[in-house]
């Protein structure tokens, strides 16, 4: 008896297969992707900040030193009549400074403890990190100068000062919120430029408040009035003991002066932004 094998062929595999959008590389990824992308890391970047606890300490800090300034010049300034609206601006100079320093860490706080490479992994396109950290930056400038602001009305008010005439406070408060919110995005600039939290800020407070001082007393007015923070402060319309008659000549308005403050926040964030497409994640 003689036996024929059977052989039975195998079944022929489709070797194509359809790579999930979310597993492409980057290469492979169209711009509606990326585009399609940007609420979900939106919504991760602002999770991040309302999470931790240092943003919400800078926050209740901003609070404080709204209120605590417009008490102590409620109390100590004697000299001349202050309304509240005419005070509840006065601790954004400092407000702008936290804003930009809290933009500072938005950026190294990641680059430091190595968090940076996850969230590049999870999002390869880095121009959507970094639009997506701007917009977190600016969001959280706003709330920071409103909240100083809102606590610095209500310090004044309870210090015992008049309302006054409010009928330009809206304005006021407007330009005031731009400027934190320009001073957040150029400290989320500067950190992605330095890329270390210690130094960025370091370097970010002595400018501010030693280097920019000295030149203001030594430069000609004409030029000292396009450095960054002095023209941010001039955004708040605060009459200043400082001011002479040349500066007040020479000084530029609310919009020129909006201008060169953003026009430092737009630099710094271009060349962060090139770095971040440069360097490696670590």
Known sequence: MTYTPVTTNPPSLNTTSVVPKEHRSPGARSPGDNIRAVPAVLRSEWLKVSSL??????LALTTLVG???????ATFVTDE????????????????????VAGVLLFTS???????????????ARWVVALAKTVTAAAYGLVLGAAGMAAGLGGALV??????????MAVTTLWALLYTALAAVLGLGIGMIVRHGA?????????GFVVENLLNLFMSPQISRFLPFIAGDALLAIDSDTATAESVAVALTRTQ??????GY??????????????????
């Open 199 to 207: 130094a960025a800020i370091s370097g970010l407070l002595v400018w």
């Open 67 to 73: 209120a605590f300034v417009s008490w102590a010049v």
């Open 257 to 262: 002066d909006a201008l060169v403050f953003g």
């Open 53 to 58: 606890r240092s943003h919400q300490a800078v």
């Open 159 to 168: 210090s015992g000062l008049d309302l006054g005439d409010t009928s330009g």
């Open 265 to 282: 926040a737009v630099v710094a964030l271009i060349i962060g932004t090139f770095l971040l497409h440069r360097r490696d994640t670590n």
């Open 110 to 124: 990641e680059a430091q403890h190595g968090t940076l490479s996850a969230t590049l992994t999870a999002q390869p």
């Open 81 to 100: 009549v202050l309304t509240a609206t005419e005070v509840f601006t006065y601790s954004t100079v400092l407000t702008a400074v936290v804003a930009s």
